[in-house]
């Protein structure tokens, strides 16, 4: 059976897809996710999916702890947050979640081990992740770019398959 990571990184690569150079994309040239102004030393073009996945394990599963969250389609968004709006609002919005299911976190950006432990607290994974999505759907309606609204509550409501059994 393959890991949690394996298994939201599959998700994470479906979602984002291949190669863009898009004008109005704030993250400019990327290819699966990776995007240039983050990475101005990789060739984007020629990114492989594997080096891709070796980013996304180093530099979100692994630095963000994602893989310290026990309901695995929570772990695969919050991941999926952290590569798509960074890890702050990825962490305020899990830190929120966490708090709306009785949690007592200081809303911080920083998921640390108190908000490992209270998302994990949480007596009902599929509510948290609910309260998650909620917090999620706020920050894009927030940031004006009409363009990716719809593109963005799919990618947030979007079930990964790959936690199918």
């Not at 949690?4 to 996710?33: H, Q, W």
């Not at 911080?108 to 609910?130: E, H, Q, V, W, Y």
């Not at 999505?133 to 927030?142: C, D, K, Q, R, T």
Request: proline residues 4%; neutral net charge.
């Amino acid at each position: 059976m393959s890991d949690a990571f394996d298994n939201a990184v599959t998700f994470v690569l479906r979602l984002e897809g291949g190669y863009s150079d898009s004008p109005i994309d704030p993250g400019g040239e990327t290819k699966f996710g990776i995007s240039k102004r983050r990475y101005p030393h990789l060739n984007i073009r020629e990114l492989t999916q594997e080096q891709a996945t070796g980013i996304y394990r180093r530099d979100f599963w692994d630095r963000y702890r994602c893989g310290e969250i026990a309901y695995a389609p929570l772990a695969a968004h919050y991941f999926s947050a952290c590569v798509n709006v960074g890890p702050t609002v990825a962490a305020k919005a899990l830190q929120r979640a966490a708090n709306a299911m009785g949690g007592c976190l200081t809303v911080d950006g920083i998921a640390g081990s108190r908000t490992m432990a209270a998302a994990n607290a949480a007596s009902d994974g599929g509510l948290l992740l609910n309260a998650f999505f909620h917090h999620l759907l706020e920050h894009y309606l927030g940031l004006g770019y009409d363009a990716y609204l719809k593109g963005w509550a799919r990618r947030v409501v979007a079930f990964p398959k790959e936690l199918i059994g």
